[in-house]
């Protein structure tokens, strides 16, 4: 998963499925510089499916659709 952080923060991200189960948590409360980043999320032991993926932030949250 690709993001930008405009400062430094404290990211967790999860990944859910479509029916709002947690699958896994890729990130949980790490610290990452400002700037651009790439996170790669592990998808050998996930079925194909349609996932979400949760970014928040101290400030904010976006949500992602990741087909797999």
Do not use: R
Not at 37 to 62: A, D, F
């Amino acid at each position: 998963m690709q993001f930008y952080l405009p400062k430094e923060e404290t990211v967790t991200l999860v990944l859910y499925d479509l029916q709002g189960k947690l699958v896994e948590t890729v990130q949980s409360n790490e610290i990452l510089t400002a700037g651009a980043h790439n996170i790669s999320i592990e998808s050998q032991n996930l079925p194909n499916s349609v996932y979400i993926c949760s970014l928040i932030t101290q400030v904010s949250g976006s949500m992602k659709k990741w087909c797999w």
